[in-house]
């Protein structure tokens, strides 16, 4: 049911808490019920009838003496043996309304059991402020007030099985929210774990621990780091010496080209070509970038407002009408280069589709922000996504002048995620777009 998932607590500490707890407070709540139909009605009915007992004895003996020492000792005999206290009202006469009862159960029982042992008028009152309990009785000549103390009423259990269900209640839940505890301990430690190497980051510290399942969960997933670390190093290794083999015919047909250019002043045909080959060199550098991440770059904590603002004084002097609202230190764990080339890629992009760029840097709570907008044309909302992806180009024709090779968009999403941030475009008051760059903290 969706109303259920809504209700349900997100964590697993909580979750696994509802599902001891919740059979705990059902067991409490039948114990409570079985208690009090079965055994307190029980109880309190014994009590009640043991009053009504009393009192119904001492009025018969009280009705069978006319001597006033016999009566007198009668009544102390009561209040001394059976904690009653009577005294004889002659000639008075019970009034038509009687007391109204107190919504306890008990007090109930004892005006049923009253009623079942005489057949004279009563009245129980059991609101006394004095904390006793009060029964006058209609006799032919008289009534008969008997005062008794409320707690010959009360069953010592009743609180005995209170604190008893209260008491044991706690010790479980204490005993479970640390149990728990211990439980949920390993997996936060793996999700620390898996978190970290999703950035980047060692976690050379962590060992499986815990329940069998976690330790399996936490041996699988440092056998998942090795192989793609394996992995990672292979395809380093490979790119570098693709590099390498690629460079080298580059280098070799720039300095036949250069010798040529030297014989050949002024030759239009070989400018062309040593414009095709730097532009070959840079699509490289750029496949090159993609395909090698961010490895091989430990992250340290790093000034982003500094480093802002140096990437932002190389394209002033380019000429770009570049404005930055500068802020206080953004002190963060990133990795230089790459977030360097992130910010490059991002003022690069803004700069080539608009004639005014502006940047602003903030620190939050959270996470820390950057927000790169222009003049541009911009792009439809369909496209705001499709521009990440590696080679999409908004201008699809390809050529040389279309101004890189369509990664650096791409490039730059992947070296936010890398920091555990993203990159999200959306449309800027400017008429452009607006690149929102988001690092956590």
């Not at 102390?76 to 007391?99: C, F, H, T, V």
């Not at 570098?240 to 030759?267: C, F, I, W, Y």
């Not at 404005?323 to 990133?334: E, N």
């Not at 590696?390 to 070296?415: C, E, K, M, W």
């Amino acid at each position: 049911m969706a109303w259920q998932k809504h209700l349900a607590p997100r964590g697993l500490f909580w979750r696994s808490l509802l599902i001891m707890l919740i059979p705990l407070v059902l067991l409490q709540c039948v114990m409570a019920y079985i208690f009090y139909e079965r055994h307190w009605d029980t109880v309190s009915r014994r009590l009640a009838l043991g009053i009504a007992g009393d009192v119904v004895y001492v009025m018969h003996e009280l009705q069978q003496e006319q001597s006033i020492l016999a009566r007198k000792w009668i009544l102390d005999a009561a209040k001394r043996e059976m904690q009653i206290d009577i005294n004889m009202e002659n000639g008075a006469i019970l009034p038509n309304d009687a007391p109204r009862l107190s919504s306890r159960i008990i007090d109930r029982v004892l005006h049923a059991a009253m009623a079942e042992r005489m057949n004279f008028p009563f009245h129980i009152d059991t609101r006394r402020p004095d904390g006793k309990l009060s029964i006058r009785i209609q006799l032919p000549n008289e009534v008969m007030n008997v005062l008794t103390p409320r707690k010959r009423l009360d069953s010592s259990t009743t609180y005995i099985f209170v604190l008893w269900m209260v008491g044991t209640s706690l010790i479980v839940a204490a005993l479970a929210i640390l149990f728990l505890r211990n439980q949920i301990r390993p997996i936060r430690r793996l999700v620390h774990a898996a978190d970290a190497f999703g950035k980047g980051q060692d976690a050379l510290s962590f060992k499986p621990s815990g329940a069998r399942e976690i330790r399996q969960a936490a041996s699988a997933f440092i056998k998942m780091r090795a192989r793609i670390r394996r992995h990672i190093d292979q395809r380093t290794e490979m790119l570098a010496g693709v590099s390498h083999d690629l460079r080298t015919p580059l280098t070799r047909m720039k300095l036949q080209l250069a010798m040529l250019e030297d014989k050949e002043k002024g030759s239009s045909e070989i400018k062309e070509i040593i414009g095709d080959i730097a532009e070959m060199e840079h699509m490289i550098d750029e496949y090159l970038s993609f395909a090698r991440g961010q490895e091989g770059e430990a992250p340290v904590i790093a000034d982003l407002s500094e480093m802002l603002q140096a990437v932002i004084e190389g394209y002033k002097n380019n000429g770009v009408n570049i404005s930055f609202l500068k802020t206080s230190p953004i002190l963060i764990p990133v990795r230089p280069q790459a977030m360097k080339r992130c910010l490059i890629n991002l003022i690069e992009n803004a700069s080539h589709f608009g004639t005014e760029v502006r940047i602003k840097a903030k620190l939050g709570d959270v996470v820390a922000e950057i927000i790169i907008e222009d003049n541009g044309p911009g792009v439809s909302d369909n496209q705001k996504e499709e521009i990440f992806k590696p080679f999409y180009q908004v201008n699809t024709a390809r050529s040389p002048n279309t101004g890189g090779a369509g990664l650096g968009l791409a490039i730059a999403r992947d070296v936010a995620r890398g920091h555990g941030g993203e990159i999200r475009m959306s449309d800027s008051d400017m008429g452009g777009l607006k690149a929102e760059l988001k690092i956590p903290i």
